[in-house]
């Protein structure tokens, strides 16, 4: 068998087969933005990137779906608190994530969409969901109505008697059943909203995504990924929504990444019980945080800690003492020759980082993986740092080379390994700005006031520049 993947609905791995051969659409529940993004969101985006990378690699075109919901009531408030725009909160946060995500090396959404331009196809579907009786109108807003779509829990294995057992109505709320869910809400004054069918208001939560996911990928989705928080009620409203649209099965594959946890609690913007990404950059190196959190299992919890990364950044020293052995040994050699004319002690070498290769795909073909995954390139750097030692032979260097080519093709499915694997830069070739920071930051370390040298380090690697402390000095890699 092929790629397998483990889908929450069915609760069973299953082979992966897309709807359109050779392509493959994915979704990504991305951010709302009334807050600058924590560690915890760019878990689930690490992981869902990692996903995407790995599909590419094994040749899939891929089409990844990444929304922004950047309208809902938290950003309202946060806006009155601020005294601004709402479009100015959410155009901020989405502005910082888009930076942490650039230095954790999270590759762009083919599209990242925001529900505000897309509010005429969710005025649309909301009058398909009328037409279908699946929607009433009461006080003001609109709901989805429950009990007209009896499936409903099928994704959480929630029992929908269970359910309604323990819902409550909100004040201000006029559903006929607790469960009903809001398609649209009616403005109050002062609010942001649209002209709709049903007066000014705005879009309810889980309507913009199944309006943007079969937009950009179809009635029917390969993928659709998230963290596992959001299987109920947001996930499972959206199969209620689209597949009372539609009347086709909505999502193929539901993948949903574990948490991660701070002292047991998960991290949330709501409870303030969270680390900012900025926090731990300004501590921890973009490939270190990115490496930790593909170092476990992607629908395994996690427990936020920072001796766990530190180990990861120890684990990252390691594979830069590889990269530097190998670079080291070549100097300015340049690999030319095929490894399939190798013979002897090269020849098995090259036949064991070859397995390693394949263990790597076997580790990812199960549900995507990335420890397992992980491990393995760490067992080619192995086979590397033994092999350096070893007597010399024709094809020595070659294999050395091809090796350390297999590391950075390997790491980068994962996206890790970015900044070990640049071009190295001398300090007069870099430009003003960049040299003027790095001059900064070393008179900053040899003040050993390494709060500014930190932050400085955070800058440059902001701006596409890596830094290794050396005891010879600083390398930079672009």
């Avoid at 398909?128 to 294995?157: H, M, N, Q, R, W």
């Avoid at 913009?208 to 079969?214: A, F, G, I, L, P």
Wanted: glycine share 8%; charged share 30%; proline share 3%.
């Amino acid at each position: 068998m092929g790629l397998v993947i483990y889908d929450t609905f069915d609760a069973e791995k299953k082979e992966f087969i897309p709807v359109k051969q050779g392509h493959v659409g994915i979704y990504m529940c991305g951010m709302t933005v009334q807050d600058r993004p924590h560690v915890g969101h760019m878990l689930a985006f690490v992981c869902g990137d990692m996903i995407r990378r790995y599909l590419e690699y094994r040749g899939y075109e891929v089409t990844y779906i990444q929304n922004f919901t950047d309208i809902d009531d938290k950003i309202i408030a946060r806006a009155n608190a601020e005294g601004v725009d709402y479009q100015v909160i959410a155009e901020r946060n989405i502005k910082e994530y888009f930076k942490y995500a650039d230095m954790l090396n999270i590759k762009r959404a083919t599209v990242h969409p925001k529900a505000t331009e897309h509010i005429k196809e969710i005025i649309e579907m909301i009058g398909v969901l009328f037409s279908k009786g699946l929607a009433y109108e009461a006080g003001g807003d609109v709901y989805f109505e429950i009990s007209k779509f009896p499936s409903y829990g099928k994704l959480s294995k929630k029992n929908l008697e269970d359910l309604q057992a323990g819902a409550r109505v909100e004040v201000g709320e006029h559903k006929r059943s607790p469960l009903d869910f809001v398609l649209w809400k009616g403005a109050k004054e002062g609010e942001p909203y649209w002209e709709s069918p049903w007066g000014k208001g705005r879009p309810g939560w889980s309507i913009e995504c199944s309006v943007m996911s079969m937009k950009y990928l179809g009635e029917t989705i390969d993928i659709h990924a998230g963290g596992e928080d959001l299987i109920f009620p947001h996930h499972e409203n959206e199969i209620a929504q689209s597949e009372g649209a539609t009347g086709k099965k909505f999502v193929n594959y539901w993948t949903h990444n574990g948490l991660l946890n701070l002292v047991g609690e998960k991290m949330s913007k709501s409870t303030g019980h969270f680390f900012a990404i900025e926090d731990i950059v300004s501590e921890f190196e973009p490939d270190v945080i990115r490496f930790y959190l593909l170092s476990s299992h992607y629908r395994s919890p996690m427990e936020f800690s920072r001796e766990r990364l530190a180990e990861s950044r120890a684990a990252v020293g390691r594979m830069a003492n590889t990269f530097r052995s190998v670079e080291a040994y070549l100097g300015d050699y340049k690999p030319k020759g095929s490894v399939e004319d190798l013979t002897g002690k090269d020849a098995e070498f090259w036949k064991r980082i070859c397995h390693r290769e394949d263990l790597f795909r076997q580790a990812m073909d199960d549900d995507f993986n990335s420890a397992g995954a992980i491990a393995q390139i760490f067992e080619i750097a192995r086979e590397i740092n033994l092999y350096i030692s070893a007597p010399e032979t024709s094809g020595k260097k070659l294999v050395l080379a091809r090796g350390l080519e297999k590391i950075k093709e390997l790491g980068g499915v994962l996206g890790l390994f970015k900044s070990l694997g640049g071009e190295i830069i001398r300090l007069e070739e870099l430009p003003q700005d960049v040299r003027e920071l790095v001059e900064e930051r070393a008179k900053a370390r040899k003040a050993k006031d390494w709060a500014t040298a930190d932050s400085i380090r955070t800058q440059l690697a902001s701006m596409g520049y890596h830094l290794e402390d050396r005891p010879e000095g600083t390398i930079i890699r672009k």
